[in-house]
């Protein structure tokens, strides 16, 4: 009786972590072009925070992935839970700084950004860690209810910003930080306790000694970062492809709450879809759902249609969100796990940073419809690598 207790507290636990997670990703991402176009930015210019951000991420993740897999390391709860704390400060300098000056402004915010891309694979493994210690963790159930708080999180600041000002953006940023940071030190996490042979054998490993132990993985990594460049660019510059379409940021908001809710059923009923067809197919299904929406974002000309290209949110964010999870902690070892994860999170913020950098360049030198066709490309591109490569 008192372990199921522990376990369903557990995912309640998880589903807030995930929650709050979510909420920073609606104010900080899909929001971002709306806040620092208002503060004097270009395109461009947020298209390098975007990358700069991305750059910073990728670039630390990995090192303190490897650091986190030592069983010397401190737990991952730790790690995660200083990392909220800083973006907390940061995001309470950006209310500060507002419409002060546009550099501090970019500076800061994206400071946020980077911790909100850094925090991805350490999010996941803490519910992934204590799955593979045996808890009852639905994890697929917690992501979807982050999705839930994130779809309704982007429907406020939608309804907010037309009347409160695009200081509700970073007000919310420094608000979901700080919830999320007592949510990760509440959540009873505990580091995985290695064997003998384990410990021997924990010594950290470079890039080149884990890709070559794992070298079908990496081409796959190439062809997820491929989609997530073809889906930052879209979720990246959503606002000036809805101005095209005839909206604004009402409909900024409106837009990203329909994709929170379409892409949930997926994410609840992955474990019986697991039964039904192993984490390759899925993987490969995701791929060519999220090409479909590129294409259909490029060729649509009205907020209509484009309202009816969100479908494909569902087979495509709404599997890609979760399906890698799962694909790394199948096909990676134990040992690994972290780096795994790690490695697949930087295929995010990778495809952010090409898009960031090549997204708003794209929108000033030649138009949206220039950025939509790069986007298609780099979708189909990657639909096609992991048609190819994701294993069974």
Same mark, same amino acid.
């Given at each position: 009786?008192?372990?199921?207790?522990?376990?369903?507290?557990?995912?309640?636990?998880?589903?807030?972590?995930?929650?709050?997670?979510?909420?920073?990703?609606?104010?900080?991402?899909?929001?971002?072009?709306?806040?620092?176009?208002?503060?004097?930015?270009?395109?461009?210019?947020?298209?390098?925070?975007?990358?700069?951000?991305?750059?910073?991420?990728?670039?630390?993740?990995?090192?303190? %992935?490897?650091? #986190?897999?030592?069983?010397?390391? +401190?737990? /991952?709860?730790?790690?995660?839970?200083?990392? =909220?704390? @800083? $973006? *907390?400060?940061?995001?309470? %300098?950006?209310? #500060?700084?507002?419409?002060?000056? +546009?550099? /501090?402004?970019?500076?800061?915010?994206?400071? =946020?950004? @980077? $911790? *909100?891309?850094?925090?991805?694979?350490?999010?996941?493994?803490?519910?992934?860690?204590?799955?593979?210690?045996?808890?009852?963790?639905?994890?697929?159930?917690?992501?979807?209810?982050?999705?839930?708080?994130?779809?309704?999180?982007?429907?406020?600041?939608?309804?907010?910003?037309?009347?409160?000002?695009?200081?509700?953006?970073?007000?919310?940023?420094?608000?979901?930080?700080?919830?999320?940071?007592?949510?990760?030190?509440?959540?009873?996490?505990?580091?995985?306790?290695?064997?003998?042979?384990?410990?021997?054998?924990?010594?950290?490993?470079?890039?080149?000694?884990?890709?070559?132990?794992?070298?079908?993985?990496?081409?796959?990594?190439?062809?997820?970062?491929?989609?997530?460049?073809?889906?930052?660019?879209?979720?990246?510059?959503?606002?000036?492809?809805?101005?095209?379409?005839?909206?604004?940021?009402?409909?900024?908001?409106?837009?990203?709450?329909?994709?929170?809710?379409?892409?949930?059923?997926?994410?609840?009923?992955?474990?019986?879809?697991?039964?039904?067809?192993?984490?390759?197919?899925?993987?490969?299904?995701?791929?060519?759902?999220?090409?479909?929406?590129?294409?259909?974002?490029?060729?649509?000309?009205?907020?209509?249609?484009?309202?009816?290209?969100?479908?494909?949110?569902?087979?495509?964010?709404?599997?890609?969100?979760?399906?890698?999870?799962?694909?790394?902690?199948?096909?990676?070892?134990?040992?690994?796990?972290?780096?795994?994860?790690?490695?697949?999170?930087?295929?995010?913020?990778?495809?952010?940073?090409?898009?960031?950098?090549?997204?708003?360049?794209?929108?000033?030198?030649?138009?949206?419809?220039?950025?939509?066709?790069?986007?298609?490309?780099?979708?189909?591109?990657?639909?096609?690598?992991?048609?190819?490569?994701?294993?069974?």
């Amino acid at each position: 009786m008192k372990s199921q207790t522990v376990n369903r507290s557990l995912t309640a636990s998880y589903s807030l972590v995930q929650s709050f997670y979510w909420i920073n990703f609606s104010s900080a991402i899909a929001f971002s072009s709306v806040y620092l176009l208002d503060c004097g930015l270009t395109s461009a210019q947020i298209g390098m925070i975007m990358a700069a951000s991305g750059i910073t991420a990728a670039v630390v993740q990995p090192i303190v %992935a490897a650091y #986190a897999d030592r069983p010397t390391a +401190p737990s /991952l709860k730790m790690i995660v839970a200083v990392t =909220c704390f @800083a $973006a *907390l400060l940061m995001g309470i %300098a950006v209310c #500060a700084a507002h419409r002060r000056s +546009p550099f /501090l402004t970019g500076l800061l915010f994206g400071g =946020c950004v @980077a $911790a *909100l891309q850094f925090l991805l694979p350490f999010i996941n493994s803490l519910g992934t860690e204590m799955l593979n210690q045996g808890y009852s963790l639905n994890w697929g159930l917690s992501r979807g209810i982050g999705s839930i708080v994130y779809a309704a999180a982007s429907c406020l600041l939608g309804i907010l910003v037309p009347r409160s000002g695009v200081i509700a953006i970073p007000v919310c940023i420094a608000l979901g930080y700080g919830v999320l940071t007592f949510c990760v030190w509440r959540y009873p996490f505990q580091k995985r306790a290695l064997t003998d042979a384990e410990e021997r054998k924990a010594e950290p490993s470079s890039p080149a000694v884990f890709f070559k132990e794992y070298p079908r993985f990496l081409i796959v990594l190439a062809g997820t970062a491929m989609l997530y460049v073809s889906h930052a660019l879209i979720n990246t510059f959503l606002y000036q492809i809805i101005q095209t379409k005839g909206g604004g940021s009402a409909e900024v908001g409106l837009i990203t709450s329909m994709c929170g809710l379409i892409e949930i059923p997926p994410m609840l009923l992955f474990a019986r879809m697991l039964k039904k067809a192993g984490c390759g197919f899925w993987f490969k299904i995701c791929g060519a759902a999220i090409a479909l929406k590129s294409i259909g974002t490029l060729l649509v000309s009205s907020m209509g249609a484009l309202y009816a290209v969100q479908l494909f949110q569902m087979l495509g964010w709404g599997l890609i969100s979760i399906v890698p999870v799962y694909y790394v902690n199948q096909v990676i070892r134990a040992k690994d796990a972290i780096k795994g994860q790690a490695y697949m999170a930087m295929t995010y913020t990778i495809g952010s940073v090409l898009a960031s950098l090549g997204g708003g360049a794209l929108i000033d030198l030649a138009g949206v419809n220039a950025m939509l066709f790069a986007a298609a490309g780099s979708g189909l591109a990657g639909a096609v690598v992991i048609c190819i490569f994701a294993e069974r």
